[in-house]
């Protein structure tokens, strides 16, 4: 009665845990990508979300507002030209400001580009038209742009209507 007492792995077994844990991490890689694009996805639904906001919040108060972006800071706030008073924001009570560097569910996201005639700051008069920087109507659409992960996302704003697409 000679029991050998084995103890660890053998060579056979230790390979197919390698492959099995290999395989699960291939598996798994294409879904880490897709989280890229909806974060993205996310940035530009707020994004929208929020010009729609201060285009609706000109139209009812009969009041100018303009968000201004800024592309090094990857910021963006809202503002009344009257008297350049921060927009409300409806869910946090807070000044309408973005900060893509800092927000803990957006961080990352970039603002690689904008452009509204020539300008970074879109403007909407009291009937909602959206306009530059210096209250010239847009003549061509204007844009923002926003990347995160190597994807990209342009959001168009349309002359006359400022009706969003992207």
């Known amino acids: 009665m000679n029991k050998v007492l084995r103890k660890g792995y053998n ?3 230790v390979v197919m845990i390698i492959l099995i844990i290999g395989i ?5 890689i294409p879904r880490f990508a897709s989280f890229s694009m909806i974060k993205l ?3 530009v639904k707020k994004t929208v979300s929020d010009i729609r906001y201060i285009q609706q919040l000109a139209i009812s108060q009969h009041q100018d507002y303009y968000l201004n972006f800024n592309a090094i800071t990857d910021t963006y706030e809202a503002r009344r030209v009257l ?3 921060y927009a409300i924001d409806p869910f946090t009570r807070a ?3 973005t900060n893509f560097t800092t927000d803990p569910q957006y961080r ?3 603002i690689t580009g904008v452009n509204f005639g020539g300008t970074s700051s879109l403007r909407f008069n009291w009937k909602g038209e959206p306009q530059d920087a210096n209250g010239n109507p847009l003549t061509n659409s204007g844009w923002i742009n926003l990347s995160y992960g190597g994807n990209n996302i342009t959001i168009y ?5 400022g009706r969003i697409n992207w």
């Open 157 to 161: 704003i349309s002359p006359n209507t």
């Open 83 to 85: 008297d350049n008073a």
């Open 24 to 28: 699960l991490a291939g598996l798994s």
């Open 108 to 110: 990352g996201i970039d």
């Open 11 to 13: 060579f056979i077994e």
């Open 41 to 43: 996805s996310g940035a």
């Open 95 to 97: 000044n309408m400001q």
